[in-house]
């Protein structure tokens, strides 16, 4: 399996928002081969990829998030799609009289 690369992807969202290395470098307040060395990067310090997150606007620690769900996550996640479900019926029923009603109320008004 090929290992992850967190400058390759940083590198992927720089060129995505068309942004230089010296846009990063002023944005991030370092010389321009720290950018190229950030590009080249398996691992980064969390504050400086904190800041790239923010100069980006593009989360990367969701990247690594995926990577660690735990079993409570997967139950919880798994809670909230039931309740989304029983929701989505409920207001299809809802929706359903209240199209009925407006039917019966549209036939009673004189034209």
Not at 1 to 10: D, L, T
Not at 49 to 72: A, G
Not at 76 to 86: Q, R, V
């Amino acid at each position: 399996m090929a290992k992850y690369s967190i400058g390759h992807e940083i590198k992927k969202v720089v060129k995505k928002r068309g942004l230089s290395v010296e846009d990063m470098a002023s944005f991030l307040n370092v010389s321009k081969p720290n950018i190229f060395d950030i590009y080249k990067r398996e691992t980064i310090d969390t504050g400086l990829l904190e800041r790239i997150c923010k100069v980006l606007n593009y989360n990367f620690f969701q990247h690594f998030s995926n990577k660690y769900t735990t079993d409570y996550d997967i139950v919880l996640l798994d809670h909230y799609k039931e309740k989304n479900e029983l929701l989505t019926e409920l207001l299809k029923e809802r929706e359903a009289k209240y199209n009925e009603l407006k039917k019966k109320v549209d036939e009673n008004i004189p034209d």
